[in-house]
């Protein structure tokens, strides 16, 4: 007997026909003998459109408003799915975050999880086999308000779940089979990886592989959690998330991640003086916005470029925040761009082996895209190109690199 937290996201519980095939996985691990504590994401499209409703009526609108609107998704599938195990003989009741309580801080729309009480979710399973079906994305706030865990939340809810439970496993159910190479749907010769180590899923989730949410890699990684990536729509074994010794064969790149949800802004002739830097960020991290790749240029007549990007949701509120220190820093304009994307390569191995990243700029030389922006950290290359080519350098970089399945 084992205790397991499942988590299903959108387009497994898209619909009623969905959210039943959900309920026979669950009731087959009850069956099992197992205690089972299930999290479930909104269905499939419902969170964008509460969000989209949120952007419509006011793109700077109130935050905690907005964890009003974008909570409700869950609400309904976490009441479907005790429904259908209801249903089908399984003792199962929803949870919404606060009744847990899942706490978290209050930075509303990004909200981290502080603690989550365990001991009656734990009592129930024990005592009444119930299992317990519980809201992901949503916690509540040091406000006595509900708060949300930015966009993919529910796998952080669900791996906290696993780390507050004691859980054995923790199985992420998904719309692939487990982690690719690359996003499966746009490179069909992507491979499905059986393990991969925790730092590279943490660096390929946070530079834009969606499939799991970079918080939940990271709470994983310092809890210990082991974390499984599956289909709930097949029968094949998934991805382990794993420590790196538990990998014998390491490769050079585990993988390559691209992310359309950057926007790039250049102030354009900055005093080129000590401080300007922390007077330009300084202003932009108050206001909670996440600086992602930066460039300055070199000073020629004492003033210069800066160029960096933010997340493309936050591009109002950094332009706001920049045009209200423009008398104070004195620059001469902000120009932004939407039609960037990000392309990144992933792996432990370059730790050790030099030239990951001059194949990459080869590659993409040789497919004449422009590089605009480059970053690097120990195990990963990031580089900023047209949004237009994003699919084409991922294709060809992966190809480059080997990962192209047989
Ligand atoms: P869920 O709704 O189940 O949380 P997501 O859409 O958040 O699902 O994440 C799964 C998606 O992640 C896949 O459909 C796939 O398009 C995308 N994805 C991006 N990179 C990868 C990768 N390296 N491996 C697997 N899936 C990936
Ligand atoms: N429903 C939320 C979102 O789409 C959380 C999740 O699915 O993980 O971002
Ligand atoms: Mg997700």
Not at 97 to 126: C, F, N, V
Not at 290 to 295: A, F, H, S, T, Y
Not at 312 to 331: F, S, V
Request: proline residues 3%.
């Amino acid at each position: 007997m084992a205790r397991i937290v499942m988590k299903f996201g959108g387009t497994s519980v898209a619909d009623p026909e969905r959210i039943r095939n959900v309920a026979a996985r669950v009731k087959r691990e009850v069956d099992a003998g197992n205690e089972v504590a299930v999290v479930v994401s909104a269905m499939a499209g419902v969170t964008n459109q509460l969000v989209a409703w949120c952007q419509e009526l006011s793109p700077l609108h109130d935050a905690r408003e907005y964890d009003a609107v974008v909570a409700t998704g869950e609400q309904v599938t976490s009441g479907l799915l005790a429904i259908a195990l209801q249903h089908i003989g399984i003792e199962a009741r929803s949870w919404q975050g606060w009744q847990i309580p899942i706490r978290t801080d209050g930075a509303h729309g990004k909200a981290r999880i502080d603690t989550i009480e365990g001991a009656e979710l734990i009592r129930r399973m024990r005592e009444l086999r119930q299992v317990a079906v519980v809201t992901g994305f949503q916690g509540l706030g040091p406000d006595h308000r509900v708060t949300t865990l930015g966009r993919g939340g529910s796998d952080t809810s669900a791996v906290a779940l696993a780390a507050a439970l004691a859980a054995d496993r923790c199985d992420i159910y998904t719309d692939v089979e487990g982690v690719f190479t690359t996003d499966p749907r746009i490179v069909a010769k992507a491979r499905k990886l059986d393990k991969i180590t925790y730092e590279e899923m943490l660096e390929l989730a946070s530079v834009g592989a969606k499939v799991l949410q970079t918080r939940s890699v990271e709470l994983a990684m310092k809890e210990k959690v082991r974390v499984q990536v599956l289909s709930s729509f097949a029968e094949a074994p998934g991805t382990l998330v794993v420590d790196e010794d538990e990998i014998v064969e390491k490769a050079l790149v585990a993988g390559i991640a691209y992310s359309r949800d950057e926007a790039k802004i250049t102030i354009r002739r900055v005093p080129d003086r000590p401080g300007i830097a922390a007077a330009i960020f300084g202003p932009l991290a108050s206001a909670a916005i996440n600086v992602d790749m930066i460039v300055q240029n070199v000073a020629a007549d004492g003033t210069t470029d800066m160029t960096f990007t933010v997340p493309k949701a936050d591009l109002p509120r950094a332009e706001a925040t920049l045009a209200g220190i423009k008398e104070a820093i004195g620059y001469a304009e902000i120009t932004a761009d939407r039609d960037v994307a990000k392309v990144s390569v992933v792996g432990v191995g370059m730790r050790s082996h030099a030239g990951v990243a001059s194949t990459m700029f080869r590659t993409l030389a040789e497919k004449g895209i422009n590089i605009q922006v480059i970053s690097t950290s120990e195990i990963k290359v990031s580089v900023l190109i047209g949004a237009e080519y994003i699919e084409l350098a991922v294709r060809a970089l992966h190809t480059a690199y080997g990962l192209d399945a047989a």
